[in-house]
T-cell receptor
Framework: AQKVTQAQTEISVVEKEDVTLDCVYETRDTTYYLFWYKQPPSGELVFLIRRNSFDEQNEISGRYSWNFQKSTSSFNFTITASQVVDSAVYFCALSEKRYNTDKLIFGTGTRLQVFP | EAGVTQSPTHLIKTRGQQATLRCSPI?????VYWYQQALGLGLQFLLWYDEGEERNRGNFPPRFSGRQFPNYSSELNVNALELEDSALYLC?????????????FGNGTRLTVT
C-alpha cells in the first residue's frame, strides 16, 4: 500500500537555525512522484517541489534543499537559516499512477515554528 | 492569472443538513480534486474530476458527492451532515497530466457542523 510518513509532528527552532523535515514513503509503483507543500496559517497549500522516481539528484532552491534517497525511501527537506516566515505546516506527498487513475497521498504534516 | 477560488470561505450547518461547496480551477486546468483536512487527520483525498467525469474517489461514504461543470468548475455536496464532517475542505486543480503536474490549491472552505 502507498503511504507517506512524517514522523515529526512539530518542530520548533530559533531564527537562523537549519532545520530538516523528514519524509519516508512506501509504494510498489516503479514510477511515482514526490512533492512538498507548505501550508501557512492562511490555509492554502503552496507547492514547493516535485521530484520523479527516476531523478535522485538533490535540489537546492535558495534556502530550501531536498535530499531524495530511493535506497531508504526518503525525501527530506532542509531549510537553511530559517526565518519566521517559514513557520507553517509542511506536507510531503506521493503521487501514484495506476490503472489510469491517480491521487495524491499526503503525510500528516510537520508543523514548523520559527521563533525570532 | 487567478488561482483556484473556493466559496464560501466559511460555512456553518447543523446536523442532518446539506452543504454545497464550490470551486473554480485555474484557467486551462481540466482536473479538479477535493480533499478533506480534518483536525488531527491530515489531508484525505475525497474526489477527482476530469473533463466532467468522476475519475476516482477516496474512502468516503456516498453522501459525499460532487460534479464538474462544462467550464471545469466543481461542486462538492455533503448530505446528511454529521459532526465529524467539520473540517477544512480544499479544492485543487491541475492540467492534463496529473502525475506530472503539481496540484494548485485554493484557500479552502471551513465547514462547521453543529
Amino acid at each position: 500500500a502507498q503511504k507517506v510518513t512524517q514522523a515529526q509532528t512539530e518542530i520548533s527552532v530559533v531564527e537562523k537555525e537549519d532545520v530538516t523535515l523528514d519524509c519516508v514513503y512506501e509504494t510498489r509503483d516503479t514510477t511515482y512522484y514526490l512533492f512538498w507543500y507548505k501550508q501557512p496559517p492562511s490555509g492554502e497549500l503552496v507547492f514547493l517541489i516535485r521530484r520523479n522516481s527516476f531523478d535522485e539528484q538533490n535540489e537546492i532552491s535558495g534556502r530550501y534543499s531536498w535530499n531524495f534517497q530511493k535506497s531508504t525511501s526518503s525525501f527530506n527537506f532542509t531549510i537553511t537559516a530559517s526565518q519566521v516566515v517559514d513557520s507553517a505546516v509542511y506536507f510531503c506527498a506521493l503521487s501514484e499512477k495506476r490503472y489510469n487513475t491517480d491521487k495524491l497521498i499526503f503525510g500528516t504534516g510537520t508543523r514548523l515554528q520559527v521563533f525570532p | 492569472e487567478a488561482g483556484v477560488t473556493q466559496s464560501p470561505t466559511h460555512l456553518i450547518k447543523t446536523r442532518g443538513q446539506q452543504a454545497t461547496l464550490r470551486c473554480s480551477p485555474i484557467s486551462g486546468h481540466t482536473s479538479v480534486y477535493w480533499y478533506q483536512q480534518a483536525l488531527g487527520l491530515g489531508l484525505q483525498f475525497l474526489l477527482w474530476y476530469d473533463e466532467g467525469e468522476e475519475r476516482n474517489r477516496g474512502n468516503f461514504p456516498p453522501r459525499f458527492s460532487g460534479r464538474q461543470f462544462p467550464n471545469y468548475s466543481s461542486e462538492l455536496n455533503v448530505n446528511a451532515l454529521e459532526l465529524e464532517d467539520s473540517a477544512l475542505y480544499l479544492c485543487a486543480s491541475s492540467p492534463g497530466d496529473r502525475a506530472n503536474s503539481p496540484l494548485h490549491f485554493g484557500n479552502g472552505t471551513r465547514l462547521t457542523v453543529t
